[in-house]
């Protein structure tokens, strides 16, 4: 890792599961930086995101809007990915880091309630697919 990323790193804060975050500011803008092997788990935020790559090598988006179905795509290293509220959503690294930039819609929010935290975390075990036997 460069000295940069080093102090990147130091200035974010560690992942429940892996990587480190950094909040959204006033404008909506936050960060996750991955790792090998880092992953954010399977979560959905109460407002719409647009995600893609700032810097770093290729990671995959995987979002559900239903729960049931699922798409996987590698992010973009250009702003345009928008993911709706209430869509679990995850992403990994596939190289050694990812800096992945996160620009939370303040329109709707107002944004008072732009925050990382305020997602909804899925149970570690769930993936999009069949519930209850269907």
């Known amino acids: 890792m460069d000295e940069r990323l080093i102090a990147l790193r130091a200035s974010m804060l560690p992942s429940l599961t892996s990587g480190h975050w950094r909040d959204f500011d006033t404008a909506?803008?936050?960060q996750i930086l991955l790792g090998p092997g880092d992953w954010l788990p399977w979560l959905s935020w109460p407002f719409a995101v647009e995600v893609w790559i700032e810097e770093g090598d290729i990671a995959v988006l995987t979002t559900s809007a239903d729960g049931v179905s699922a798409q996987a795509h590698h992010l973009p290293f250009n702003q345009g990915t928008k993911i709706e509220a209430e869509t679990d959503l995850t992403v990994e690294s596939l190289?050694?880091?990812s800096l992945?930039?996160?620009q939370a819609a303040t329109e709707a929010e107002g944004g008072s309630n732009i925050?990382?935290?305020a997602a909804k975390l899925?149970?570690?075990d769930w993936f999009p697919g069949p519930h209850n036997g269907n």
Request: proline fraction near 0%; avoid cysteine; aromatic fraction near 14%.
């Open 100 to 102: 992945i930039n996160l």
């Open 122 to 124: 899925r149970d570690e």
């Open 115 to 117: 925050r990382f935290d």
């Open 28 to 30: 909506g803008l936050g």
């Open 95 to 97: 190289g050694r880091w």
